[in-house]
């Protein structure tokens, strides 16, 4: 099954990825997690997309599109995958679905309030991308990842002065695709705005939604 992730940044895309991909046995592609690992790695695409991460920007639609492209080639899609992050604007889905056929669109909602304190609380791992949070997801150790023990860090763009800048970019350019995928009929709504106890809850409405 090929599936897209929509949803405000911090509405709690990555985690509940992490989940859907191990149950369905498909990979989690995130775009922003490819571009953080890019800049890590400091290759090419990694020195373009790095700027405008920064400012809390979308990076240009080419790179993207190019950077999804190749992935979407490789052995492991095959038999589905899991979009999180992209597309993120109209010309990005566009493009998507030249390349391939979506199954299923997940439209997970949450309120601005749920999703200021997401971001603002988030802490990932160095290491292994793990995700927590400093009240809600908290770590058996202050500072360090429970699964492989790398250190937790807070994304340079989910401090204050970038995370208002990704909301509006997410309003403008990424929310006209629930209207987008909503005439196509693939959009299906999770209602996120639980709190991490309930995770289970909202995985069970996405198993609903993808079995449906
Ligand atoms: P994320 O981890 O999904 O919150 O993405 C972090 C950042 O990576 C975004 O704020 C953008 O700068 C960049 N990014 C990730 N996915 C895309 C995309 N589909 N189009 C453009 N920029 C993206």
């Keep these: 099954m090929n ?22 046995n498909i990979p989690h592609i995130s775009t922003g997690d490819m571009f953080r690992e890019a800049i890590k790695n400091k290759t090419e695409i990694g020195l373009k997309a790095k700027g405008y991460m920064d400012k809390g920007e979308l990076v240009p639609d080419d790179v993207t599109i190019k950077t999804v492209e190749e992935r979407l080639k490789k052995d ?12 993120r604007t109209i010309a990005q889905a566009e493009a998507l679905d030249k390349i391939i056929v979506i199954d299923k669109v997940l439209n997970f ?4 309030e749920v999703i200021i304190d997401r971001l603002s609380g988030r802490r990932v791992c160095k290491s292994c991308g793990a995700i927590f949070h400093i009240r809600n997801i908290i770590p ?3 500072g360090v990842c429970d699964n492989c023990g ?18 509006d970019v997410y309003r403008e350019q990424t929310e006209p695709l629930i209207e987008y995928y909503k005439e196509k009929e693939l959009l299906a709504d999770i209602d996120a705005n639980k709190p991490i106890e309930q995770v289970d809850e ?6 609903k939604a993808l079995e449906e």
Excluded: W
């Design 202 to 207: 909202i995985i069970a409405d996405v198993r």
């Design 76 to 87: 492991d899609c095959k038999n589905g995958f899991m979009l999180d992050g992209f597309p």
């Design 3 to 24: 599936i897209v992730l929509l949803g405000s940044p911090g509405v709690g895309k990555g985690t509940y990825a992490k989940r859907i991909s191990k149950i369905y």
């Design 140 to 142: 058996k150790t202050e």
């Design 150 to 167: 790398g250190e937790l860090y807070q994304r340079d763009d989910d401090k204050p002065e970038s995370v208002k800048k990704r909301l």
């Design 109 to 112: 909602t949450a309120s601005d």
